[in-house]
């Protein structure tokens, strides 16, 4: 099976400007989750989406949204980009079975850069 | 909410040899979720070893294993036999049966020849 893909891989921006993430999770795994890694911050959640619906949301503004498709593909859009928005933004899919918790298989993430 | 602290941001190990990684977490769930994640200089997150935290028996795939306390809240990776190909950051992570996750700040592990 092809592991999780995300578009664009490298993406450098400028502040004010609005961009929009791509992953496309293992093929049958219905659940998306995304994360934002710096260096100063760590692994911070941003948000899991399963089928189409957001279940999980973490502690970020309004300017950060998502989506997710019915085919499990899921976008994830930043409005307004400020510099600290700089990072490596990762996607994760899992199976997400009722009753239990999958493990999430990561994508190579999208680096983003503001400038 | 859920924290994971790892207090080691740096190890070392020689090759061949044996070292321990360690993870204190705080939840307020009483079924969850433990996991070690690699990842290594070319950034793809990898998973290493999960544990049901309803399961008392520590969790091994081969190389590595955890010593889990529950009680403790304590979550620690046992790395042994030590290759070149472990050196990577190394994420310990707690997840909720919600599927909502927290991820610790990551410990580097260095192997040396």
């Known amino acids: 099976k092809a592991g999780v893909t995300q578009t664009p891989r490298y993406l450098i921006k400028t502040r004010g400007q609005q961009v929009t993430l791509s992953c496309s999770p293992i093929?049958?795994?219905?659940?998306v989750s995304w994360y934002q890694q710096t260096p100063g911050q760590g692994l911070q959640f941003l948000f899991e989406y399963f089928s189409e619906t957001q279940r999980n949301k973490g502690n970020f503004p309004g300017r950060f949204s998502g989506r997710q498709f019915s085919n499990s593909r899921s976008e994830m859009n930043v409005s307004t980009l400020e510099l600290g928005d700089s990072a490596l933004y990762l996607c994760?899919?899992?199976?997400?079975?009722?009753?239990?918790?999958?493990?999430?298989?990561f994508g190579p993430g999208t680096r983003l850069l503001v400038l | 909410a859920q924290t994971v602290t790892q207090s080691q941001p740096e190890m070392s190990v020689q090759e061949a040899e044996t070292v321990t990684l360690s993870c204190t977490y705080d939840t307020s769930e009483s079924d969850y979720y433990l996991f070690w994640y690699k990842q290594p200089p070319s950034r793809q997150m990898i998973l290493v070893i999960r544990q049901e935290a309803y399961k008392q028996q520590n969790a091994t795939e081969n190389r590595f294993s955890v010593n889990f306390q529950k009680a403790a809240k304590s979550f620690s990776l046992k790395i042994s036999d030590s290759q070149l190909g472990d050196a990577a950051m190394y994420f310990c992570?707690?997840?909720?049966?919600?599927?909502?996750?927290?991820f610790g700040d990551g410990t580097t592990l260095t192997v040396k020849p």
């Open positions: 093929s049958g795994h219905r659940s």
């Open positions: 992570a707690h997840t909720t049966n919600a599927g909502k996750s927290t």
């Open positions: 994760a899919s899992s199976l997400s079975s009722v009753g239990g918790v999958e493990t999430q298989y």
